[in-house]
T-cell receptor
């Protein structure tokens, strides 16, 4: 069963920041928060992950609350190509091979 | 950069036939995962292998089996195919030494008629 809760859908105006929330209130101490996106039946694409500190890469920023029970993925300047289903996943990297539970994700639509 | 390779990309089979899907992980990745995504559904984990040993197991039917070979590629064998097996099958790979993120392949679309 998915360990995360996300809103089913969101809209964002092109060029604006997209803020995608995720609740993971039962996260355990050794579990990371991963974000992936899937664009129409393509393979899920890795975006970013973190343990407890905020993270930023060329694609996005990840803000994790101090109690680690929720997080927000930020796409700073959304483009039409960012329209996709975004999945928030919590998982421990140990032992190797731990499965990802994909919940229903958030369907983000970027509007021109 | 090299990505996960899956073959074939499309496969059409009849009911009760068998199918074999192949996955070639990113070079130097030691862990592979298989996921199934039915129409309109989210990906569901099937099975994973680390260093050629089964690591985690999800909702994989008994009709399915998989293994990871000495060159780290993996094969998913599916027998007695049913209509409900029609889905996208994704393979992902990761490296214990390189960050543990799973990187997904483009998928194999299996259609069972």
């Amino acid at each position: 069963d998915a360990k995360t809760t996300q809103p089913p859908s969101m809209d964002c105006a092109e060029g604006r920041a997209a803020n995608l929330p995720c609740n993971h209130s039962t996260i355990s101490g050794n579990e990371y928060v991963y974000w992936y996106r899937q664009i129409h039946s393509q393979g899920p694409q890795y975006i970013i992950h973190g343990l407890k500190n905020n993270e930023t890469n060329e694609m996005a920023s990840l803000i994790i609350t101090e109690d680690r029970k929720s997080s927000t993925l930020i796409l700073p300047h959304a483009t039409l190509r960012d329209t996709a289903v975004y999945y928030c996943i919590v998982s421990s990297p140990r032992p190797p091979g731990n499965q990802f539970y994909f919940g229903t994700g958030t369907s983000l639509t970027v509007i021109p | 950069a090299a990505g996960v390779i899956q073959s074939p990309r499309h496969l059409i089979k009849e009911k009760r036939e068998t199918a074999t899907l192949k996955c070639y992980p990113i070079p130097r990745h030691d862990t592979v995962y298989w996921y199934q995504q039915g129409p309109g559904q989210d990906p569901q984990f099937l099975i994973s292998f680390y260093e050629k040993m089964q690591s985690d197991k999800g909702s994989i039917p008994d009709r399915f089996s998989a293994q990871q070979f000495s060159d780290y590629h993996s094969e998913l064998n599916m027998s007695s195919l049913e209509l409900g097996d029609s889905a996208l099958y994704f393979c992902a790979s990761s490296s214990l030494a390189r960050g543990d993120e799973q990187f997904f392949g483009p998928g194999t679309r299996l259609t069972v008629l």
